[in-house]
């Protein structure tokens, strides 16, 4: 599903060169819930935008279904991205003057006019992820719970291959971020989603079925859901 090799990203400011990956290799299989962690400046971030294709590698290879992002010109990755990644934010990046329907099909439109099929496609969302009757509502005048269920909605609207989640539960509080990881669970769980989070809170990662360590630009460690050690583990973190 997504493999990454050797892959490099440096970022230059004048005279200044500063390498935030160096030397990634990671592969993620198809239905995989992936949870990356690491310091702030460690490129865990990075490398999200990386398979995102929101930026390109200085060196190495970024493929997502035999896709190379690494080697498409920014039109091409802005189609693909459309077309087969999903993107949930932890400021959930809605537009506030309008209805929870219209943020949901806000991606649909970049392909036309929205057919009975989208709109068919939109209520199912919202019924999966607990918004029935919600649809004619501003998108300000929910809870933060219910605008992060209205972002992971909008990024599955395209039934993308790959759903990229960045701190999804950082603006929440501890029962709405349960409620959230638990959706993404179910997401992943009963529809086979690929889901890589982006996380500081060892709690969410524990919902993954990998957790990747990110330290200097480098993994540092991968522990396994499989791993005997991997409750033990979690508990230390979590003491």
């Not at 459309?82 to 959930?92: D, K």
């Not at 029935?132 to 605008?147: H, I, T, V």
């Not at 959230?180 to 060892?202: C, G, P, S, W």
């Amino acid at each position: 599903m997504i493999k990454v090799r050797n892959v490099r990203k440096e970022f230059v400011q004048g005279q200044e060169r500063t390498e935030v990956l160096k030397g990634v290799d990671l592969t993620v299989e198809e239905g995989e819930f992936l949870a990356i962690m690491g310091p702030s400046g460690s490129g865990k971030s990075t490398l999200l935008h990386l398979l995102g294709g929101l930026d390109t590698p200085t060196e190495g290879e970024v493929r997502i279904r035999q896709s190379d992002l690494s080697q498409m010109s920014e039109k091409k990755r802005t189609i693909f991205r459309r077309q087969h990644i999903g993107f949930v934010f932890q400021n959930y990046q809605l537009l506030n003057s309008l209805t929870v329907e219209e943020n949901v099909a806000f991606p649909l439109h970049a392909d036309g006019s929205l057919t009975k099929e989208d709109d068919k496609r939109i209520q199912q969302l919202l019924g999966s992820v607990g918004l029935e009757g919600l649809g004619g509502k501003r998108a300000n005048l929910l809870s933060g719970g219910q605008q992060q269920r209205v972002a992971i909605a909008r990024a599955l609207v395209n039934r993308p291959s790959v759903l990229l989640a960045d701190e999804p539960t950082g603006n929440l509080d501890r029962q709405r971020a349960e409620e959230i990881l638990a959706l993404i669970t179910r997401l992943n769980r009963e529809n086979n989603q690929t889901i890589v989070m982006v996380t500081h809170d060892i709690f969410a990662a524990g919902f993954a079925d990998r957790i990747v360590l990110f330290k200097d630009g480098v993994i540092d460690q991968v522990i396994s859901r499989k791993d005997e050690d991997y409750a033990q583990y979690l508990a230390n973190f979590l003491a």
